[in-house]
């Protein structure tokens, strides 16, 4: 995952959990706009995320943050 996603992906997970606590869900898709303004960055976080890693579709915040903190 690029570091440029990497970077807006905690960003997005650390403003999750401070609003709704270390219990709040999310999806690759909270990454995003409700467009698809970038396929190619979507299709990216999705493999990261199901290929990769073979994520459920909603996962913790606190478990994704710090997976992508650690480089996985």
Sequence with gaps: MRSSLRAKAIAVCNDKIAKKGEAEGL??????????????LLMEAA?????????DHFEKAVKIR???????
């Excluded at 999806?27 to 190619?40: R, V």
């Excluded at 493999?47 to 994520?55: R, V």
Aim: hydrophobic residues 45%.
């Design 27 to 40: 999806s690759f898709y909270a990454f995003f706009a409700n467009k698809n303004d970038d396929p190619a």
């Design 47 to 55: 493999e990261w995320w199901i290929k990769k890693h073979g994520l």
């Design 66 to 72: 710090d997976m992508i903190r650690s480089g996985i």
